[in-house]
């Protein structure tokens, strides 16, 4: 079990050998909630009655002291924590699941994708029926093996050549991921969103991890520390994360394309046709979407007169400020997808962290002043009325904009109802969250009728 006030990015290889993880803080679509899930893996999230002392490897709760390598249950469902070990049983999918989900899948309009970062990620969405992968965080990646060596030392480096230096080597790793992950989704599409976390998640916090870092990249202890001071920020869900690291740095969005293109060369020359669809993170303005798109375009351009092989790509932004909802016809003049990302639209829209709002959303419910937690189903008035926004606006200047939803909500089933009502091409959830998915959406087909996708591929 990984018990922790919160988790970050930092914390995947952990969770990755963990088999349920704890937090204090947190709520339904904080890190530790939307990995668990792409993982499959049993998470409590918000805690808020824990004690997690992780210097001193106890947590305490109601009197109860819980030290490192004692035994927890933990309930997903309910949300409860059980001292001790408690009695498991596997699920079962047998048969008549399969005959079920084949009827589900012969009726339904909407397509299901999977939230996927990793092979073994992008196998479970193969078995359990998705047609591609609607987000692939590439952050993730940043985290697998000693690569965070290399993104410590880019994000250190005092210019631009010292963080082309580091990007070379992160080149090679990425690409590599990439054709792991095309390898078994085959002609399927591949949504790859480029580097979204504000760049302070890849920096140590303790002053330990400092010295260490320092050591390890051959520089002093205070150029580490002076980063980690530069790198703060009050609101970093607001501040300098997504497209906006672009502008800053075009050489990390350089590096994420040319590694994504090469690998599609590299299956092409194989024989495999593999579809990468290149998502812009974050995107707030048309100015700011022409930007990246021409980064990103033109550096695939360059790889592919390179290699002399014509790899299939696609480029779009994800909508997940409201600002872009508005402004979508312009974007999508020249985006040729979108995919709503209603973890932050919601946060966004509604004004409620993602973080924080589990403390005290409970007692909204209770009272009755919202009939749900808006992270977990769409609130159709105000979040749902800036996707309609977007969509109608999107659809009106590009008539074949590819649409899908890959926030949390994508595997929820009145949102997934929700994104049949305003005719999306498809939702992305977590691999083990998309039999749900399908059913839903053949529900929602069976209920108001099936309607035309969009032919993009
Ligand atoms: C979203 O905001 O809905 C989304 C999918 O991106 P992330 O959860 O990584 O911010
Ligand atoms: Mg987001």
Redesign the pocket.
Known sequence: MLVRNETSPEDIKGMSVARGILTARGGLTSHAAVVARQMGKCCVTGCGELDVRTAEKVMKARGQEVREGDWISLNGTSGEVILGQAKLRAPELAGDFATLMSWADEVRTLGVRANADTVADSEAAVKFGCEGIGLCRTEHMFFQGDRIDSVRAMILAQDEAGRRKALARLLPMQREDFLGIFAVMKERPVTIRLL?PPLHEFLPKTEQDMKQVAKLLGVSAETVSHATETHKEQNPMLGHR?CRLAVTYPEISEMQARAIIEAACEMKKKGVNVFPEIMI??TAGTAEWEYNRKLVQETAEKVIREKGVQARYLVGT?I?IPRACLVAGEIAESAEFFSF?T??LTQLTYGLSRDDAGRFLPEYIEKNLIPRDPFIAIDREGVGEMVRIGIERGRKSRGNLELGIC?EHGGEPTSVEFCHLVKMDYVSCAPYRAPIARLAAAQAAIEHGAYQRVEVH
Do not use: I
């Open positions: 979204d997504g993170p974050l994800m997940e990302g973890n932050d926030g």
